[in-house]
C-alpha cells in the first residue's frame, strides 16, 4: 500500500514547484474605430463596422492591451462582438479578423492613414493575411463568437507586435457592432455588448498531474472490475 502511494506523491512533488499560468479570463476593448473609403481622409473612432458594397467598404479596428498576459500562449482565444445587420438583411456572411501590422492612433485612423501624417502602405488597413480568423453566420442582431487563437498567441509569444485586430466583411455584408464604449451606429449604447476577448490558458503543471493521477486511478479500477 505504502509503494502504491509514493508513486503518485512523487509526481505531484514534481510539478508542484513549477510555475501556474493566469486563470481564464475576460478582456474589454481598449479602443475601437473604424475605417471609410467613402470618407477615406475621416476618422470615425467609437464605431465599429464590416461593411462591403461598392462604394461603401468600412472595415473595424479593435484593440485590447495584452500587458501583464503571461509571455506564452493559451489554449484558447474568443473574440466575441454582438452587432446587427443595419438594413436588416438576413443573408449569409462572413467576418474576417487579422491582425494589424502598423502601429496606429485610434482616434486618427482613416481609410487612408495609420495615424495623422503617416499613411498605410495599403489604403484601407495594413494586416497579415496569413494569420486570419473567421466566422460565418446569418445576418441578425446578436453575438458572433471568432476563434483567434493564432493571432493572439502570435502577439503572446513575441511573433508579432500587438497593433490589434482589423475586422473584414466579404461582399454584401451590412454589419455594425457595438463598439468598446458600447456604442452601436444608430442605435442605443450598451456597455454589456461591448466586444470581449475571452483568453482560456493551457492548464497549469499541478492541474495536468492531478488529472494524469485521476486516469490512472480509473484505469486501475476499471482493471480491477
Do not use: Y
Not at 502504491?4 to 510555475?19: D, E, I, K, N, S
Amino acid at each position: 500500500m505504502k509503494s502504491r502511494l509514493l508513486a503518485p506523491l512523487a509526481v505531484l512533488a514534481l510539478f508542484a514547484g513549477l510555475p501556474a499560468l493566469s486563470p481564464a479570463q475576460s478582456l474589454s476593448a481598449s479602443s475601437s474605430s473604424r475605417l471609410l473609403d467613402f470618407f477615406p481622409s475621416n476618422p470615425d473612432p467609437n464605431s465599429l463596422s464590416t461593411f462591403t458594397f461598392s462604394g461603401n467598404n468600412q472595415r473595424g479596428l479593435l484593440f485590447f492591451d495584452l500587458t501583464g498576459q503571461p509571455s506564452g500562449p493559451v489554449a484558447n482565444a474568443t473574440l466575441r462582438l454582438n452587432g446587427r445587420p443595419f438594413q436588416g438583411g438576413t443573408s449569409t456572411t462572413t467576418v474576417n479578423a487579422n491582425p494589424l501590422t502598423r502601429a496606429l492612433v485610434s482616434s486618427q485612423a482613416t481609410w487612408l492613414s495609420a495615424s495623422s501624417g503617416n499613411p498605410w502602405t495599403t489604403a484601407g488597413g495594413d494586416f497579415n493575411n496569413a494569420l486570419n480568423a473567421s466566422v460565418t453566420f446569418a445576418q441578425g442582431p446578436g453575438w458572433i463568437e471568432l476563434n483567434v487563437t493564432n493571432i493572439v498567441n502570435a502577439w503572446l509569444t513575441g511573433a508579432q507586435t500587438n497593433h490589434g485586430f482589423i475586422l473584414r466583411g466579404v461582399n454584401g455584408n451590412e454589419m455594425v457592432f457595438h463598439s468598446h464604449t458600447g456604442s452601436i451606429v444608430s442605435g442605443a449604447t450598451n456597455v454589456a455588448l461591448a466586444p470581449q476577448l475571452n483568453l482560456t490558458p493551457i492548464p497549469e503543471p499541478m492541474t495536468m498531474a492531478v488529472l494524469a493521477l485521476g486516469a490512472v486511478a480509473a484505469l486501475r479500477k476499471k482493471r480491477k472490475a
